[in-house]
């Protein structure tokens, strides 16, 4: 009974009516849910806010989630409205269920349509081109020369300001080299907090990503390439570290935990790495931006070559001995 008086007061509203009925539902609820998903949904959004990186992609996320508020809104509203006021009976017959009429040629909800779709894209578009630009290449893809550098890069490790970390992917695992450090090999990542860190991603088979989630970054670790990203003032604590490659059967288990320490802890840890593998440092290849297993039996391209800048306060490792061209070398060490 009560269905049926709505249904003929719906009768009586034009399309008008309906649509102001539908924009005044929306209103109120765009108004009230854009706030929460700023202020409220926002904070806790990935990849969290551990380095400046992730802080930028938190904002993005949360700029992304705020525009699509208001069109996912007006979807389900329209949806909700038309299934309470429009909705057939159910006892209609089945031979008498049809379609609505066909709504063709209305001139304003087709510029309204294309305007705001464009505005909303093309406004994304420009956003979204602008923080790849500035949010310090993390992701960008940009490989061996990066559209943004922060102060203090420089196209060669040797003189880079920067911590450089190489990060070099297998089947499967991570190895992390510390050119500035004697290029001396571990198999965690430990970084210092509060500064600029450069990651040099390449891989020594098959395509790789160095995906460090807590940081955000995440870089592609392509066999015969440097893929260059950065991280600025990582926060002490875990990095979650995964591959986001399909790479082979145990792609799953190239998930990994880091750690930001603080700049002391961080001093000692490398001192104690580079004891530690003191013995082992002259069996490594000279470093190099990317190994290349298959050119001369070596490991790295030796026109990649740039000579390790030591800086540890540990004299530097003994001279590499002259590589042998007659048989593969063994891999290198990352334990
Ligand atoms: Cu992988």
Not at 37 to 63: C, K, M, W, Y
Not at 64 to 75: K, M, N, S, Y
Not at 116 to 133: D, K, M, N, P, Y
Request: charged share 15%; net charge negative; hydrophobic share 40%.
């Amino acid at each position: 009974m009560a269905d049926t008086k709505a249904s003929e007061e719906s009768k009586e509203l034009t399309d008008r009516d309906h649509l102001r009925r539908i924009g005044l539902i929306w209103l109120v609820l765009t108004l009230v849910c854009v706030p929460l998903v700023i202020f409220v949904l926002g904070p806790h959004l990935p990849p969290g806010t551990d380095s400046e990186q992730a802080r930028n992609q938190q904002e993005d996320n949360t700029v992304l989630a705020a525009v699509a508020t208001p069109v996912l809104l007006f979807i389900w509203v329209y949806i909700g409205y038309a299934v309470k006021n429009w909705r057939i009976p159910a006892d209609t017959p089945v031979e008498e269920l049809q379609d609505g009429p066909p709504i063709r040629g209305h001139r304003g909800f087709q510029t309204a349509w294309i305007v705001i779709t464009s505005v909303t894209v093309f406004a994304l578009f420009v956003f979204g081109t602008q923080e790849l630009w500035t949010d310090y290449g993390s992701g960008t893809g940009s490989g061996s020369s990066p559209v943004w550098t922060p102060a203090g890069y420089s196209t060669n490790a040797k003189d880079s300001k920067l911590l450089v970390v190489q990060v070099i992917g297998q089947q499967w695992r991570w190895t992390y080299r510390f050119p500035q450090y004697g290029g001396v090999e571990t198999d965690t990542l430990v970084i210092p907090a509060g500064k600029t860190v450069q990651f040099d991603v390449t891989s020594l088979d098959v395509i790789h990503s160095f995906w460090a989630i807590n940081l955000g970054v995440k870089a592609d670790a392509n066999p015969g390439n440097n893929n260059i990203a950065f991280v600025e003032d990582p926060s002490v604590g875990p990095v979650d570290i995964r591959c986001a490659e399909l790479c082979g059967t145990y792609h799953g288990a190239m998930a990994q935990t880091g750690q930001v320490e603080k700049q002391a802890d961080f001093d000692a840890w490398i001192a104690g790495q580079i004891v530690l593998h003191y013995d082992l440092l002259p069996q490594l290849p000279a470093y190099a931006d990317f190994y290349i297993p298959q050119t001369d039996g070596g490991y790295y391209d030796p026109s990649q070559v740039t000579p390790p800048a030591v800086d540890s306060g540990l004299p530097p490792p003994p001279p590499a001995p002259a590589p042998s061209s007659a048989a593969p070398s063994p891999a290198p060490s990352s334990s």
